[in-house]
């Protein structure tokens, strides 16, 4: 899926995709805090980018390969809460719930996702059990 980068950001900050997510996928720059890389994450489901997704995953957890279904929609994005990740933390949770639709059918995933932050970069490790 393209997206303009003057539309609404799929993780709907708010802001425009170019000056949101956009810029995290784009390598323009680095998400700063966990939430912000679950954010980006997000998005990049929203719009196909499976490069991203792998770049920012975890290598001790990263598959191989990424294939993105074209008909799974991602709809909405709430973040229920989060630990730690901040600016001066190098580990961070943030469980979230993202809606998504498949066909005629809706659906949501209850994620509580596990980040650490290594040389400076954010990184998607695994979904807590």
């Known amino acids: ?34 939430e912000t890389l679950m954010r980006s994450r997000y998005a990049a489901f929203a719009v196909g980018d499976a490069d991203y997704l792998l770049r920012t995953w975890h290598p ?7 294939d993105l279904d074209p008909d799974q929609r991602w709809m909405r994005l709430d973040i229920l809460h989060r630990t730690g990740g901040s600016l001066l933390e190098s580990a961070g949770t943030v469980e979230f719930v993202a809606h998504y639709r498949y066909g ?13 932050r290594e040389h400076g970069r954010w990184l998607y490790v695994d979904a807590l059990g």
């Open 1 to 34: 899926m393209t997206v303009d980068s003057d539309s609404r950001c799929p993780c709907l900050s708010g802001e425009t995709y170019g000056s949101c997510c956009g810029r995290f996928h784009s390598g323009a720059a680095e998400a700063s805090t966990a």
């Open 60 to 66: 001790s957890t990263r598959p191989t390969s990424l």
């Open 104 to 116: 005629r059918d809706r659906d949501s995933l209850h994620e509580h996702s596990r980040f650490v």
